[in-house]
């Protein structure tokens, strides 16, 4: 079994007390590769090493074109090496092999990564200008410093890109923990990352629990702290960097609505739904989770809702027709039943799923699972599930909808199916959610600004808006001119 050690100062690096993680494969539960386990004195030595990188300019003060050519290598050996990488992503986490690591997050990411590459030749935007008399003044826009990144388990691979790709971009030296279950990809990008030649110390990959993840909050030379994770665990992060006044980037969870008006297209529709309800198993920060629909239709859209779900073929991640693997683990597959069985005892209707498909009592699969809500402020409803289980409402009204979609905690994603166009903007400008989609639920773009309203976080991730997350500006003023 393959054994990591911790990527630090551009070497694999054994940890101060020598701790190993065994990694497990949720789709059979064996175990597939050792990982180390960061001390806080392990961390302490990747920040160190990060912000000499930092300060020495080896990385920070190279030009934007030496920068972006390095980053553009880098995902040109991503690519060369992305049928291992996607292998590795689909044994740590179940994803199928074909049609999502393979065939959607990798790529993906690739293409995420060479966007940040081009992104890095326009990262100064210096301006200047005379706003007062005899003063010249100059923005400079220069990068945080050191930071610290912490990821989930839901796109180990994805998450990774999202969070180093902007950093790097912008010139900051860059720690990346990522989730304690799922860290392969994160490492084999590291060591690949040397030979694209990011500068040694510029992007270290600490493995551990969350306590490396708070020890780098914690630490006085992090200049900012970039989290993907839960709500709660924003919370706790926001609190701790808070003392140190530390710069946070937060993208937390979701809870995404899906308005369905009368003129929808319900064949669409469902075929849709079904898939924004399983891809990756429904461990989606922006999977549809609530369907809202207007009364007259609610009969037809649960029907060809309840047909989609049926027909999802699960199973083992590397058969090419597999479109949903199993959930990450089995703690996690405790906490989606578990809210599934609550909603039974307080009056919810499970229409199809809600158990552990027969012949799959190995490994942490879950059925897709369509959930007549009992209200708008019933549990399943209110709370990130992280599963394939998705809920159903009626509504009655344009407002009605509106104002059921937004009354949740969550603010990261949502969507709008209706034929007239005046419509769907019109609610797309009330929603308040960090994406609105019409007529489709998932996409993305490595173009377009990816983030939370409300709980679900600040910050963006993905576009130009996520390099300028790690800048910040500077105004020399020149006098006697
Ligand atoms: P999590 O919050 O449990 O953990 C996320 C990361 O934070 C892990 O690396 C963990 O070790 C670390 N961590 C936990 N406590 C910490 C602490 N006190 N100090 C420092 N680090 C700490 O989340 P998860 O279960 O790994 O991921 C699922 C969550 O991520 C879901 O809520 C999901 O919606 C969210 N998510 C959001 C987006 C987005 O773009 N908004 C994308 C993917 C996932």
């Given at each position: 079994m393959k054994e990591y050690k911790l990527w630090i100062d551009g070497e694999w690096k054994t940890p101060k007390h020598g701790k190993t993680r065994i990694i497990e494969n949720p789709a059979d539960e064996s175990q597939v590769a050792i990982v180390s386990e960061a001390t806080q004195e392990d961390v302490g030595h990747a920040v160190e090493v990060a912000n000499k990188a930092f300060y020495d300019g080896r990385w920070s003060s190279i030009t934007p074109g030496e920068r972006s050519n390095i980053l553009w290598k880098f995902a040109e050996l991503l690519d060369a090496h992305k049928e291992e990488l996607a292998k590795a992503e689909s044994l740590n986490t179940g994803k199928p092999y074909k049609t999502l690591s393979l065939g959607g997050d990798i790529p993906f990411s690739i293409d995420n990564l060479r966007f940040f590459a081009s992104a890095a030749r326009d990262t100064h935007g210096s301006r200047t200008g005379e706003f007062a008399s005899g003063y010249t003044s100059l923005f400079r826009r220069e990068p945080v410093g050191v930071v610290g990144q912490i990821a989930p388990w839901n796109y180990p691979f994805l998450m990774a890109i999202w969070k180093i790709g902007p950093a790097l971009a912008a010139g900051c030296?860059?720690?990346?923990?990522?989730?304690?279950?799922?860290?392969?990809?994160?490492?084999?990008?590291?060591?690949?990352?040397?030979?694209?030649?990011?500068?040694?110390?510029?992007?270290?990959?600490?493995?551990?629990?969350?306590?490396?993840?708070?020890?780098?909050?914690?630490?006085?030379?992090?200049?900012?702290?970039?989290?993907?994770?839960?709500?709660?665990?924003?919370?706790?992060?926001?609190?701790?960097?808070?003392?140190?006044?530390?710069?946070?980037?937060?993208?937390?969870?979701?809870?995404?609505?899906?308005?369905?008006?009368?003129?929808?297209?319900?064949?669409?529709?469902?075929?849709?739904?079904?898939?924004?309800?399983?891809?990756?198993?429904?461990?989606?920060?922006?999977?549809?989770?609530?369907?809202?629909?207007?009364?007259?239709?609610?009969?037809?859209?649960?029907?060809?809702?309840?047909?989609?779900?049926?027909?999802?073929?699960?199973?083992?991640?590397?058969?090419?027709?597999?479109?949903?693997?199993?959930?990450?683990?089995?703690?996690?597959?405790?906490?989606?039943?578990?809210?599934?069985?609550?909603?039974?005892?307080?009056?919810?209707?499970?229409?199809?799923?809600?158990?552990?498909?027969?012949?799959?009592?190995?490994?942490?699969?879950?059925?897709?699972?369509?959930?007549?809500?009992?209200?708008?402020?019933?549990e399943v409803v209110q709370n990130e599930i992280f599963g394939p289980v998705i809920t159903i409402l009626p509504f009655d009204s344009v407002e009605d909808a509106i104002s059921l979609a937004n009354d949740v905690n969550y603010g990261l994603a949502s969507s709008i199916w209706t034929k007239d166009i005046g419509l769907a903007m019109k609610v797309s400008r009330k929603l308040e959610f960090g994406t609105v989609w019409i007529n489709d639920h998932l996409p993305l773009a490595s173009e377009a600004p990816h983030g939370g309203f409300k709980q679900s976080g600040f910050g963006k991730d993905l576009s130009i808006e996520a390099v300028s997350d790690y800048l910040v500006t500077k105004h020399v003023m020149i006098g006697g001119v």
């Open positions: 030296s860059v720690i990346l923990k990522p989730a304690p279950t799922t860290p392969l990809t994160a490492l084999m990008m590291a060591e690949i990352s040397k030979e694209a030649g990011i500068p040694d110390g510029v992007f270290n990959v600490v493995t551990g629990s969350n306590d490396a993840g708070q020890a780098l909050v914690e630490h006085p030379l992090v200049r900012m702290i970039s989290l993907t994770g839960s709500t709660e665990t924003g919370k706790k992060i926001m609190e701790i960097a808070s003392r140190s006044l530390k710069r946070v980037h937060l993208e937390l969870g979701g809870k995404a609505p899906l308005l369905v008006f009368e003129d929808a297209d319900i064949d669409i529709l469902a075929a849709k739904a079904t898939f924004g309800t399983i891809c990756n198993t429904g461990q989606d920060c922006t999977a549809a989770t609530r369907l809202y629909v207007h009364k007259s239709k609610l009969n037809a859209v649960t029907e060809a809702l309840v047909e989609g779900m049926k027909k999802v073929v699960y199973g083992n991640p590397f058969e090419d027709a597999t479109e949903m693997g199993p959930l990450i683990s089995k703690i996690h597959k405790e906490r989606v039943s578990g809210f599934v069985e609550r909603a039974i005892k307080s009056g919810a209707k499970v229409l199809t799923g809600g158990d552990t498909p027969k012949g799959f009592e190995k490994g942490y699969y879950y059925s897709p699972t369509v959930i007549v809500a009992a209200d708008q402020k019933s």
